[in-house]
């Protein structure tokens, strides 16, 4: 690692104490690359939508995804897996169809605040 400087920039004062403090909070969020995949994942608009829509209704199977969203089934499974498989949503199967729910947890929190629906 990199020795902290504080000769990277000109500037007035500089604190010595802050800036050593918070590049130990940094270096101690080992959370942040998990967070940030998360948020990249979530950053494409199919995805985000469907997001939107589950943490609006709760759950919905893949055909009332595609209904809503005017797309395929296979276009909207696809995205769901990705869902599924980075455990942000979750599944449930009731007799031959498969419902999908998002996980609790603090990235459903924030996707709740995100959208400014009260849960």
């Known amino acids: 690692m990199k020795e902290l400087t504080t000769e ?3 500037r ?5 104490e802050k800036l050593q403090s918070l590049r130990k909070q ?4 080992d959370d942040l690359d998990k967070l940030a995949d998360l948020l990249a994942m979530a ?5 985000l939508k469907m997001l939107f829509l589950l943490v609006q209704s709760d759950e919905l199977c893949v055909c009332d995804m ?3 969203m005017g797309m395929g089934v ?3 499974s696809h995205q769901l897996r990705k869902l599924r498989d980075r455990g942000v949503i979750q599944q449930r199967r009731e007799g ?3 419902y999908y ?4 947890g603090i990235f459903k929190d924030l996707l709740i605040e995100l959208f400014e629906i009260d849960d």
Request: glycine letters at 4%; aromatic letters at 0%; one cysteine or more.
């Open 26 to 29: 940094l270096l101690q969020k």
């Open 101 to 104: 729910q998002m996980t609790s």
């Open 12 to 16: 007035q004062q500089v604190d010595i």
């Open 43 to 47: 950053g494409n608009a199919t995805r």
């Open 8 to 10: 990277t920039c000109i």
């Open 66 to 68: 595609a209904d809503i």
């Open 74 to 76: 296979s276009a909207i």
């Open 96 to 98: 031959p169809t498969i």
